[in-house]
């Protein structure tokens, strides 16, 4: 009798144990469903929360469980409870070939979350066919230069997850005839599936607004490789004059200047370009008087001084592309001809149209280009010498940024005493954030410390030119290429949004000849008016990929300005006298106001259907115009011409 009730509590614990049993295999797809998990954390909730927020009129309110969760619903429906059951399903009546092909797809679902993972941390969106296509291309061309865009111990964590995951599926027919370990294995993965159900069902009852980024990060990332560029074809059959007047209606101003100072008023000059890294208006304030430093008493004769100056775009090789060409960029220049074009094969510049002159033009560097598109802005934009300061025998002892500048020093010096006419810029990183305490208490003082240590350098630079001679022939240029753009250099930057903070930026020009006021300006002005200013203080016409317009142009007042940020922010904006107005893909949704700053909050989101296709159908014709106008005037340019 003892023995018969023994055997009999055995049947109804193996008849328990079967159905757990059958979800052990769900332990393989657990390591992609924690990646995906991670990804979606680290890359939609970290990046656009306080966005989704302010876009679900949730303003100063903080997110709670269900808002958290709203984000992932999606994925925890579709990855975190259909796809386990899918697995079970196949492991339980699929053969030999269906279970391989689960584990393919367990796979490929790793290598395109480590690629997002990679995509998003770069260039700030989801990897598309032709980025990817562009750099498999660039880095089986460049082997060296590749290792900066893929983390060693990147691979290595990536190799270990594929390993676990191999591991899991293979262990999964031993762990099920294993009652003890595999009955608590498929306890486990059941529970997790109900958990995630739940965490479902959960973010389905937030309040938050669904928007394209809230969607399934998996399925957004799948939909991108899979897809097409966003760039339209509006433009593919204009004339150019067509394109010209297109360009004049969206921007609010003729392409032709009507500048009343004459002509070359720095004709003969030397021009000396000096971007700050990260170089926001709070750190150089040229809205107030500028601080004391003596560079400026060595610089006081004809200063025009920008207190209303932006660039183009968070990023530094978009704002830098816009100060050397003078153009807005477009949706991505990566999806454009620009991502290959080489030093002999030149975008058409101003310091490319004076190296054929005959003016001794350089760029100096303190870091060899690591982005692809930095690459082209430095090496493929006309410098007849492009010098890194990365590597060279000084640089562990006094810095990248510092051999540099020594060598520009040098060069500008030798030409000087040579009375060769010179064209160089300076790009120093020392003010990139994000910035020690050491450097001060708040973020402006220590970005305001940085900006003080350039104006040394400057000074250095300007004390060279004067013992050689000429420098009450140079025209400088001091300016920043972004703000202060990310979180992490500062909790108060409102990414997703197009703002002041990540684009208003200080601009002083120094031109002896010129007989600018020395009066803080207040005129709206942007990056590619440097191009069109300096063109017309050097007595060079204007190329036609330029879309800026000389500072005394009295257009400027009135026209309209564009802001660029798609890709890094999912958002593009601009701002003319009487509005700003901004346009948020990734959220969809629009924002206005009617005095011109760019403050957008939650009290700016447009409810008129009407006004918000306005401003979205602005901002996209201007992208696809950005898209042909590149396409015409920078990649099907003669090169006679470049």
């Not at 899918?86 to 699929?94: N, Q, S």
């Not at 760029?363 to 802005?377: I, Q």
Request: glycine share 8%; aromatic share 10%.
């Amino acid at each position: 009798m003892k023995t018969r009730t023994n055997d009999a509590a055995a049947v109804p614990k193996k008849s328990v144990s079967k159905p757990l049993l059958a979800f052990v295999p769900v332990l393989g797809w657990l390591p992609a469903l924690a990646f995906l998990l991670y990804s979606v954390w680290i890359r939609i909730h970290d990046k656009y929360m306080k966005s989704i927020l302010l876009a679900s009129g949730r303003q100063g309110s903080e997110s709670d469980a269900a808002d958290i969760a709203f984000l992932f619903r999606q994925d925890l429906l579709w990855f975190g409870v259909v796809t386990p059951l899918v697995i079970v399903l196949a492991w339980h009546f699929g053969g030999k070939w269906i279970r391989r092909l689960v584990v393919t797809f367990t796979l490929l679902a790793l290598l395109l979350l480590y690629a997002n993972l990679q995509s998003w941390g770069q260039i700030g969106r989801f990897l598309n066919l032709s980025a990817l296509i562009d750099g498999i291309s660039f880095g089986i061309a460049n082997p060296a230069v590749a290792r900066y865009y893929i983390s060693i111990k990147g691979l290595i964590k990536l190799a270990v997850v594929v390993v676990v995951t191999l591991a899991a599926f293979g262990f999964a027919g031993r762990l099920q005839r294993h009652r003890t370990y595999g009955h608590r294995i498929g306890a486990f993965a059941l529970l997790l599936l109900i958990g995630c159900a739940g965490a479902a069902q959960l973010g389905y009852r937030s309040t938050l607004r669904d928007t394209p980024v809230t969607r399934s990060f998996m399925l957004n990332a799948a939909a991108a490789l899979t897809g097409h560029s966003q760039d339209g074809d509006r433009f593919a059959k204009s004339k150019d004059e067509e394109l010209d007047a297109a360009f004049e209606r969206l921007a609010m101003h003729p392409r032709a200047t009507q500048d009343p100072r004459p002509v070359g008023l720095e004709r003969n000059s030397n021009l000396v370009l000096f971007v700050m890294e990260t170089a926001s208006i709070e750190f150089l304030d040229t809205r107030k008087p500028l601080p004391a430093h003596p560079v400026w008493a060595k610089l006081s004769a004809s200063r025009h001084v920008g207190a209303n100056h932006y660039s183009t775009f968070p990023a530094s090789a978009e704002s830098n592309f816009s100060i050397l060409a003078g153009l807005y960029p477009p949706r991505a220049y990566y999806g454009t001809c620009m991502a290959d074009r080489f030093a002999d094969d030149t975008v058409p510049t101003l310091f490319g149209e004076l190296r054929h002159r005959g003016v001794k033009t350089a760029v100096y560097l303190p870091y060899f280009s690591k982005v692809p598109l930095d690459k082209v802005v430095f090496e493929a934009t006309g410098f007849g010498k492009v010098y890194y300061g990365q590597g060279r025998p000084q640089s562990k002892e006094i810095g990248s940024d510092r051999v540099a500048l020594n060598e520009m020093i040098s060069d500008v010096s030798e030409w000087g005493r040579a009375k060769q006419r010179f064209a160089v810029a300076y790009f120093p990183q020392t003010g990139h954030g994000p910035w020690s305490e050491a450097w001060g208490k708040t973020i402006a003082d220590r970005g305001h410390a940085k900006v003080m240590r350039q104006l040394d350098w400057l000074e250095s630079l300007v004390d060279a030119m004067a013992s050689s001679g000429v420098l009450n022939d140079t025209v400088i240029v001091l300016t920043g290429d972004h703000g202060v753009r990310t979180t992490e250099e500062d909790p108060r930057v409102p990414v997703g949004m197009i703002d002041a903070y990540p684009l208003h930026v200080p601009l002083v020009i120094v031109a002896p000849h010129a007989g600018y006021s020395g009066q803080t300006s207040m005129a709206p002005t942007s990056h590619v008016d440097i191009p069109a200013e300096l063109s017309h203080l050097l007595g060079v016409a204007p190329h036609p990929v330029g879309q800026g317009l000389p500072l005394q142009d009295p257009a400027i007042a009135s026209r309209r300005q564009f802001f660029m940020a798609n890709w890094y922010y999912g958002a593009d904006g601009y701002r003319a006298p009487s509005e700003s107005a901004m346009f948020n893909t990734e959220l969809g949704v629009a924002y206005w106001r009617q005095d011109g700053l760019l403050d957008f909050g939650s009290a700016n989101i447009v409810a008129d259907l009407q006004k918000e296709a306005r401003i979205r159908d602005t901002l996209s014709e201007m992208l696809d115009l950005q898209s042909e106008w590149i396409k015409r005037r920078v990649c099907q340019l003669p090169a006679a011409l470049h």
